[in-house]
Nanobody
């Protein structure tokens, strides 16, 4: 089992910045990738950014060049730095982790944190 605790959401004006944090605990040695997804009202959940255990990152097309994902291995935490925020970035952001153990994949989700971008 992996537990994910998110922090850092809130209200920000368009063009501003926010940083989200997600701390993992539990069976963290089995995590193969970890990152963020988001879901806006009436839309499907979409990839924001993920980082693999090897350090490779993958970003959703809509956030490339504006968002940056990093991690602190000592704290088992990933950080999503969001710059140049747009109204369309408004969504609930979910931290996610995928573990692989004896060939079995498990997906874990945080409780979600609201990010609201205002004009």
């Amino acid at each position: 089992q992996v537990q994910l605790v998110e922090s850092g959401g809130g209200l920000v004006q368009a063009g501003g910045s926010l940083r989200l944090s997600c701390a993992a605990s539990g069976s963290i040695s089995y995590i193969v990738h970890m990152g963020w997804y988001r879901q806006a009202p009436g839309k499907q959940r979409e990839l924001v950014a993920v980082i693999t255990s090897g350090g490779s990152t993958n970003y959703g097309d809509s956030v490339k060049g504006r968002f940056s994902l990093s991690r602190d291995n000592a704290k088992n935490t990933v950080f999503l730095q969001m710059n140049s925020l747009k109204l369309e970035d408004t969504a609930v952001y979910y931290c996610a982790a995928v573990t692989l153990r004896i060939g079995q994949r498990s997906d874990y989700w945080g409780q979600g944190t609201q990010v609201t971008v205002s004009s």
